[in-house]
Structures are given as C-alpha cells and as structure tokens.
C-alpha cells in the first residue's frame, strides 16, 4: 500500500508558529508522502509562508504543494515558493515530481487551478478581455496539468496523483452556496485529469464542501480543505498490482479501460 497523506486550506499566521507540527511528526509511521494542497498561509506574505516552512521542514516523509488563491493575496507568490522549496518543498505549477515509494515511482502533478464553473454552468472565453483572462487562466493551468500528467505516464509511474487548490468536479463542493460554485473550480481539471488519467484528485479551496467525489470516468477526488476533514491531514492507501506500468488512461474508467489500481481510504 502507498500511502498519501494531504491537507490544504492550513491558513497559518505568525501566531500559528508550532500548530501542525507534532501531528506532522507522526507522518513516519502512518504515510509515505504528504500533499498541500493550497491556501498555506492567510495572505500570501512572506512572514506567513515561514511559518508554513518550519511546520514541515526535515519531516520525514517528501513534502509536496500547490499555493492557493490565499498564498497570491500578498503579490509574491515567487517568494513564498522560494521560502518553502528552501526548506524541502516541492512547490507544483503546471509542473510535477516523482518519489520513490517501496520500489515504486510515485508521480505528481500539481496546479493551483481556477474558477469557471461545471458542464452546463459554467464560464465561456468569450465578451470581454477581462472575462476571456478569466477563462483563459482556468484553461492554461488545466493544460499544464495535462502537461505533467503525460509526462508522468511518459516516466511509467507506478501511482500518478493530481494535486490542485480549486475542484475538478462539483461533487465535493456540495454544501457550498451553489452561487458560488463557478468560483471554487472548474471542469477543465477533469477533463484534464481524464484524459491523461491519474489514480487519485486532491484539492482544497472548498470549506463547507464533501470530501469524495469522482471524475466523469471514475477519478477519486477528494477534497482535504482543513474544515473538511476536520484533522490535521487525511490519509489515503492505494494498492498497485505489481509490474504494471501500463501508461496512461489506466486509471479509474479511463479511456484504455479498468485501473490497475485498487484503492482504499486509510483515513
């Protein structure tokens, strides 16, 4: 079993200092990797993303992000991207990393993602400039993990994972204001993690949204906002059926057909 441990929406401050940190020393015994997905700090500074740096730094275990829409509020995401990779993390934009697990290779690709909304509600790259940025942006992150999704398959990765901070599906934004819904994700992650294919969608963003839902062909997502959860990290295990690197769409009810992954939620 591969075990993956993820938790977004953290929100420290500089009074946060020492908060995560004795729940993130027991990750040696209970998971294998562990995926931040979004929203670390309250306002993106460079004080704050410290603060977030010294909760894991020198854990055992590979530490792994994506900022969220909180950690761009300050104007210097660069910056709080230099501070966390100093300290170990790999900090994902339309980008990914592979981790050796237990004789496997662990791929993951990560974006902070946008808005834009769900099939039959959702926003159109059309009007004016402000609103095609809008979509444009939601599209070029969407590709970008695409991109690195390909490329992982590319590695013959044994577990490929997408990690995000908006949702790909609005399964897991139920209990959401429905109002709000085209502005914590966007359907371009799904379709960008179909069709690719991957073995497991982890986001964030969502505070008052569900934990599980699934991609239109059969991607467990799961949303591990930390109102969500209600803990300082959740855990998931997924099973790989050894000597089977069979590329991509092997995922879920992909396009090449059955997984070859069996799954279970550890935690």
Known sequence: MIRVAAVGDIHLGP???????????????LADLLLLAGDLTRHGTPEEAAVVAREVAGLPVPVIAVLGNHDHDAGCPDAVTGILAAHGVHVLERSS??????????GVA???????????????????PEMKAFVRHSREC??????ALDGLAAERCDLRIALTHFAPVPDTLAGEPPEIHP????YLLAEAIDGAG?????????????????????????NV????????????????RAGD???????GRGRDGPSSFAGHDAG
């Open 15 to 29: 009074d946060s200092r020492g908060l995560l940190r004795p729940a993130f020393a027991t990750l040696a015994e």
């Open 97 to 106: 990393v592979t981790v050796p697990v237990d004789g496997h290779l662990v």
């Open 110 to 128: 990560g974006t902070k993602g946008f808005g834009g909304g769900f099939a039959g509600r959702s926003a159109g790259e059309f009007g004016e």
């Open 142 to 147: 969407a590709d970008g993990l695409r991109a």
């Open 183 to 186: 502005f914590l994700g966007s």
């Open 198 to 222: 991957a073995d497991l969608a982890v986001h964030g963003h969502a505070h008052l949204g569900t934990e599980r839902g699934l991609t239109a062909c059969g991607v467990r997502v799961r």
């Open 225 to 240: 906002a930390q109102p969500v959860i209600g803990r300082a990290f959740a855990v998931y295990g997924l099973h790989a």
């Open 245 to 251: 690197r069979s590329g991509p769409g092997r995922t």
